[in-house]
Structures are given as C-alpha cells and as structure tokens.
C-alpha cells in the first residue's frame, strides 16, 4: 500500500480569509511575531497498486485542486506505517 | 522567519465524507485501487521569533484541532524559502 499525500494552497497572490483570521486568533493567544498564515487542504490516499507520477500530477491538478487560485505539492510517504501514532517532529497523541 | 507547518486530520475512527467523496471521484477518473482517502486541513505559520515546541504544541491542539475529533502533526519547514516555487517530491508550476 502506498501513502500519497496532496497539499493543496491557495496562490499567494489569492486572498485567504481564513489564514487571517487564524493569524489574528494567534497573536490574541499571545504568540508574538506571526508574520502571515495560510491555510489548505490536506488529502491522505491509500492506494495500491501506486500510480505514477503523470498521473498524480494529473489527479492533483484536476480533481483536489483548481489551477487557478491554487497550488498543490505531492509526496509519497515512506513512513505510512506510523502514520496516526507519531511523527518526525511532533504528533498529537 | 520560521516556517511551522500543522497538519490536522480527523481521527481514524471520525467518519470523513469530503475523503469518502474525493474516494469515489478518483475512482470514476480511473485510479484503481484506492483503499482510502482522509481529507484534512493545514495551516502554514510564517513566524519570527520561532516559539517553542510546547507553544506550538499548546496551539496546534486548541485553536488549530479539535482534539475530540482531531489528531494534529507539526513540523518546522527548512525549505521554506523555496516554498511555492518547488517540493522534494512534486509540485505545480
């Protein structure tokens, strides 16, 4: 089973409302310094047998993504197995 | 400028229809052997001075997740000048 992960993000030049609010929501927290917060999606797939990368690319440009306001970076993760249990920086538990 | 990356997932056992949807579309589109998808969220934090991991911590599992519903992964983006401009693994132009 391979883990592909899409994250998709609007442009930078496209407004994001709710990057915004999440960045006023910080600094009322009392976390100084935020210079800017974007948000996206996230879309985890489970597939096997893997695809390629044409169609990946393919996939995130149509479907989990609209070429015109967003941008998508993909990976594969190699680390699928401890997916939901840790992390390589930190995990809730 | 610190680049701190927050990934928030519904938990395993949470229902997710928006993945059960974008399951079936990728199907339709003829990707077999789609096991599963999860969609979720990220926020992409552009901060100076770097907080702490358990400010980050305190932060991702109270303004960022839900921790009833939600399990959250962070980590501190390296690359993040090249952020929007390319991945290690793919991107859109």
């Known amino acids: 089973m391979t883990r592909i992960i899409v994250d998709v993000?609007?442009?930078?030049?496209i407004?994001?409302?709710?990057g915004q609010a999440v960045k006023g929501a910080l600094a009322r927290l009392g976390l100084d310094g935020v210079a800017d917060v974007?948000?996206?999606?996230?879309?985890?797939?489970?597939?096997?047998p893997a695809p390629d990368a044409s169609t990946i690319e393919h996939l995130a440009g149509t479907l989990l993504s609209n070429p015109v306001i967003?941008?998508?970076?993909?990976?594969?993760?190699?680390?699928?197995?401890?997916?939901?249990a840790a992390a390589s920086t930190g995990a809730s538990a």
């Open 38 to 48: 974007r948000q996206g999606k996230q879309f985890v797939i489970d597939v096997d």
């Open 9 to 13: 993000m609007l442009k930078p030049e």
């Open 70 to 84: 967003e941008d998508y970076r993909w990976r594969v993760d190699d680390d699928a197995e401890s997916v939901g």
């Open 15 to 18: 407004l994001d409302p709710q």
